[in-house]
Every structure is written in C-alpha cells, then in structure tokens.
C-alpha cells in the first residue's frame, strides 16, 4: 500500500506540501503514521499497537470481517445511486425504523453528520416557514455554512452569531448555571429555552428548530439532565418550532441500554427530526436523516427533488445492515454496559487518589473525566490536559474523552485506568520539578508513549 511504501518522514513532508494546513494532524509535534487497525487497536508503521479509545466512528470495531466482507460482496455486484430501485436502501431504513419511536417513520440517507444536519435544517424550515433556530452553548453540528452558523463553538472563532441563532446555556450539572444540587435542573435548564423562545418572539422572529446534540459531546461529554428535553420539546412545539437530535455521535447504541441516547429522556420523549452519521458505516461515509410523515410531507410538498448522489447506495446499506448484524450478534450494547460501567467505576475509584480530577461521568462506553486545578472553584485544569495529550472536549478542552469502538473489553478499561493513572502521577511529579521539558523524550509530556508496548491513543481536538 502506498502509505506504507513512504518513510513516516516523506509522508509528513508531502502532506505538509499538498494538504490544506487547516486539516490538522493529531500530535503535530510528533506525529503518529497508522497503517493497520483491528478491533479497538491502531498499529503504526513499526507495528506498534495502540488502543483506541476514541474511535467512535469504528463502532464495531476497525476493519470488521463482516463489514469488509458485506461491502465488498455488494461492491462487486451493483453499487448505482439510489433513484434506482434496489432492496438494501429500503431493508435497511426498516432496520433503522425499528430501532425509533414508530413516529419516525421517514429516512433520507446522506453521506455525513454535516448533511444529516443541513438537511435537517432544511426539514424544519420548510415544514414550519419559520427561520430561527435554538443552539446549546458550545455546540458542534457539523463542517457546512449553515451548520458553522449554528455551532458556537466554530461561529465564535468565525464571522460571529447571525441574527436568526440563540444560544441556551449549556445544560451541564458539573460546573453550569444550575449544578447537582438544584432541585430539578432539568426544569430550570429548560425554562431557560422557553425564556429565549419569548425573547425571540419580542423581537418578532420565529423559531424553526431546537437543536442539540442528545449528550453533548463536543460540550464536554455532558450528560443532561432528566426531564430536560420532554420539557423543552414542549416549549419548541408551542412555539411552532420541530426538535432536531444530533445522534451523529451518540447513536447506535453507544449508550448501552438504549440505542438512541435521546432515549435516556424517557421512554415518552420522541424527537421530531433525528440525524445520525459517524458509527453508522463502521467509517464508510453513510448517514442519515430520519424524521416524521409531517414533516417529510411537508418537504415533499415544496415539489423540489431531493437527490444525494451517494446517499443509500447498495453498497453504503449493505454496509449499514452488516454494522446493525454486528451489534447484535456481538452483543455490543451489553458490552458497552458492562465495560462502561466497570470503566467508570475505576475512574471514580482514580478520582479519589487524584484531586486533579474533578468529575467522572458518562454513561455506556460515552465517558468524560473532568480534569480541575482547584475542585472547589472547577478551575479548568487546561495546562494538564497539555501533558497528557488525550483526546479532550469542553469548552476549555479539559475533558478528556472516551468513546472507543463498541469492542473494547475489561482489560482495555483496565489498562486505560492504569495509564491515566500514571500520567497524573506523573504529571504531579512534574509539577514539583517544575520542568517542562519530559524526562524521557527530553520533549513533551505524552512520554508514556515511548515507554510501553500498548498505549492508549492521544488524540487532541476533535473528531
Ligand atoms: C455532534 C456532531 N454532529 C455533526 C458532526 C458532523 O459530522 P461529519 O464530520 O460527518 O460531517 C459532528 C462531527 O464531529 C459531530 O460531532
């Protein structure tokens, strides 16, 4: 293969020259050159593995026989756009029908989150004619214009909020406006969207769409409160506004018991539009939108053709139907229980000898461990996260992340565990020594990838 026929030198050297600098590398400083993957491990071009634990995308693991072989059976066969009629697309938006509430019942398959949520916005303009939409603070929906404009976390480094985005504060009991000890922060968070929604209407505009991610994870791995999102749902609706849930990372049972993460609201909560992408395909680019009669009625009625070049081909469905299989057959909900619970028993169990660990939480294998200075004050401890080099989310970066592919086991929470554990230790020491320079690689702190055979894989920023 090509990649494994150029020195790690030369290939860092052509990508410096040929590919936008704006597409970052993770550890720029040193980075790491992946040839091979299986399972929840990464392997570099020295053979050395790495445990991966933020792969969401891999869910069933990286280059899963059954998928490799679906794919490549379908590819051989047919693989034309969906405006022929063909079984995979309709098998497989059965499968996925019955995964939701009956009350999504329509699908639209696209090939990433970006136009699962574009699209979305598209859905509820069009079936609601009005124009604004309701974000949560630090929001990432996606990489298109429209999606920029109702993310805060990239419109605040960009042009700016546009006059038809509200931002609602983030809904996060560690360290928001209203923490564990409120009485029912679900309420209060969700008044805060109704109190937004009025001021909209002062102003004479109209909302289209509440939007939010069903456990925000660019927000810090959050999850939110119970009642939060039946109660705003209530306001969105009477406001003549649809509820869009971001499943792109959450999905596909990741949370374990249920499938959905918007499910952890209640077996009564029902969204309007759900977008899904990243775990979908197992990394073939497939994703999907999938709302209600009304609504996708509604986008009919506007007489314009919706055609996705790429979206619900045979071979994109085959691929979609042999994740599904896997899931199943693999149990990987219960395992994404039990080795998430495990998983986060240990990282409490961390917290107590680490006072830079400020909160664990998480639910299934959707884990983030909240690093702080001061846990009293939850000073973000960002200087930390430099040494570590996990991958980190939040608004200060100082979350670090777990979302694996669905396989990982009890030895990898297990070694995850241990890895953490000596970092902080010797992130400590380091501290004392007041050095910034790493003992080992004489460079920086993520040393610890020198030092043993299996690490775990320290991705910065997001994916
Ligand atoms: C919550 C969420 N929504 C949407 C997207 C966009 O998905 P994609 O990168 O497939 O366009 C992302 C990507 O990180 C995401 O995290």
Same mark, same amino acid.
């Given at each position: 293969?090509?990649?494994?026929?150029?020195?790690?030198?030369?290939?860092?050297?052509?990508?410096?020259?040929?590919?936008?600098?704006?597409?970052?590398?993770?550890?720029?400083?040193?980075?790491?050159?992946?040839?091979?993957?299986?399972?929840?491990?990464?392997?570099?071009?020295?053979?050395?593995?790495?445990?991966?634990?933020?792969?969401?995308?891999?869910?069933?693991?990286?280059?899963?026989?059954?998928?490799?072989?679906?794919?490549?059976?379908?590819?051989?066969?047919?693989?034309?756009?969906?405006?022929?009629?063909?079984?995979?697309?309709?098998?497989?938006?059965?499968?996925?029908?019955?995964?939701?509430?009956?009350?999504?019942?329509?699908?639209?398959?696209?090939?990433?989150?970006?136009?699962?949520?574009?699209?979305?916005?598209?859905?509820?303009?069009?079936?609601?004619?009005?124009?604004?939409?309701?974000?949560?603070?630090?929001?990432?929906?996606?990489?298109?214009?429209?999606?920029?404009?109702?993310?805060?976390?990239?419109?605040?480094?960009?042009?700016?909020?546009?006059?038809?985005?509200?931002?609602?504060?983030?809904?996060?009991?560690?360290?928001?406006?209203?923490?564990?000890?409120?009485?029912?922060?679900?309420?209060?968070?969700?008044?805060?969207?109704?109190?937004?929604?009025?001021?909209?209407?002062?102003?004479?505009?109209?909302?289209?769409?509440?939007?939010?991610?069903?456990?925000?994870?660019?927000?810090?791995?959050?999850?939110?409160?119970?009642?939060?999102?039946?109660?705003?749902?209530?306001?969105?609706?009477?406001?003549?506004?649809?509820?869009? /849930?971001?499943?792109?990372?959450? #999905?596909?049972? =990741?949370?374990?018991?249920? @499938?959905?993460?918007?499910? +952890?609201?209640? $077996?009564?909560?029902?969204?309007?539009?759900?977008?899904?992408?990243?775990?979908?395909?197992?990394?073939?680019?497939?994703?999907?939108?999938?709302?209600?009669?009304?609504?996708?009625?509604?986008?009919?009625?506007?007489?314009?053709?919706?055609?996705?070049?790429?979206?619900?081909?045979?071979?994109?469905?085959?691929?979609?139907?042999?994740?599904?299989?896997?899931?199943?057959?693999?149990?990987?909900?219960?395992?994404?229980?039990?080795?998430?619970?495990?998983?986060?028993?240990?990282?409490?169990?961390?917290? /107590?000898?680490?006072?830079?660990? #400020?909160?664990? =939480?998480?639910?299934?294998? @959707?884990?983030?461990?909240? +690093?702080?200075? $001061?846990?009293?004050?939850?000073?973000?401890?960002?200087?930390?996260?430099?040494?570590?080099?996990?991958?980190?989310?939040?608004?200060?970066?100082?979350?670090?992340?777990?979302?694996?592919?669905?396989?990982?086991?009890?030895?990898?929470?297990?070694?995850?565990?241990?890895?953490?554990?000596?970092?902080?230790?010797?992130?400590?020491?380091?501290?004392?020594?007041?050095?910034?320079?790493?003992?080992?690689?004489?460079?920086?702190?993520?040393?610890?990838?020198?030092?043993?055979?299996?690490?775990?894989?320290?991705?910065?920023?997001?994916?």
């Amino acid at each position: 293969m090509a990649q494994e026929e150029l020195r790690k030198e030369e290939t860092l050297a052509m990508r410096n020259r040929l590919i936008g600098q704006s597409c970052k590398l993770f550890y720029s400083e040193d980075p790491v050159k992946i040839v091979r993957a299986r399972g929840q491990y990464l392997f570099d071009e020295n053979g050395k593995r790495y445990l991966d634990c933020i792969s969401n995308v891999q869910h069933v693991g990286h280059c899963h026989p059954a998928i490799t072989k679906a794919a490549a059976a379908q590819m051989d066969v047919l693989n034309t756009n969906s405006r022929f009629l063909h079984d995979n697309i309709v098998l497989y938006a059965d499968r996925l029908a019955a995964t939701l509430p009956q009350k999504l019942c329509v699908f639209y398959f696209v090939n990433s989150g970006s136009e699962a949520n574009d699209l979305a916005l598209r859905l509820a303009r069009q079936y609601t004619q009005h124009e604004d939409v309701v974000v949560l603070d630090h929001a990432y929906h996606g990489h298109l214009m429209s999606l920029i404009d109702i993310s805060p976390y990239k419109f605040r480094k960009l042009a700016g909020q546009k006059e038809w985005v509200h931002v609602a504060p983030l809904p996060d009991t560690y360290r928001g406006i209203y923490r564990e000890d409120h009485p029912n922060p679900g309420q209060a968070y969700a008044d805060t969207v109704k109190d937004l929604i009025e001021d909209v209407h002062k102003k004479g505009r109209k909302i289209s769409a509440f939007f939010a991610e069903s456990l925000p994870s660019v927000g810090g791995q959050i999850i939110l409160p119970q009642g939060y999102f039946p109660k705003v749902a209530e306001y969105v609706h009477s406001a003549g506004g649809v509820f869009v /849930a971001d499943e792109v990372q959450t #999905g596909f049972g =990741r949370v374990g018991h249920h @499938f959905w993460a918007f499910q +952890l609201q209640g $077996d009564d909560f029902c969204p309007d539009i759900v977008t899904m992408g990243k775990p979908m395909g197992n990394g073939h680019p497939l994703a999907c939108v999938a709302t209600t009669a009304e609504i996708a009625g509604a986008f009919t009625a506007n007489g314009v053709e919706y055609f996705n070049t790429f979206g619900g081909t045979p071979v994109s469905c085959a691929v979609g139907l042999a994740v599904l299989d896997v899931i199943v057959e693999e149990d990987l909900r219960g395992n994404a229980v039990r080795v998430g619970a495990h998983l986060k028993d240990l990282l409490t169990k961390l917290k /107590a000898r680490h006072e830079i660990i #400020g909160d664990v =939480r998480g639910v299934g294998l @959707f884990l983030g461990i909240e +690093l702080v200075i $001061d846990r009293e004050k939850k000073t973000p401890a960002t200087e930390a996260e430099d040494q570590i080099c996990v991958s980190t989310d939040g608004p200060w970066e100082n979350v670090l992340k777990f979302k694996p592919p669905m396989c990982f086991g009890m030895e990898n929470a297990e070694l995850v565990v241990q890895c953490i554990d000596r970092i902080l230790t010797v992130t400590s020491n380091w501290k004392r020594k007041t050095s910034k320079v790493c003992q080992t690689c004489r460079k920086h702190f993520n040393c610890i990838r020198q030092s043993q055979v299996v690490t775990f894989i320290i991705f910065r920023g997001r994916d």
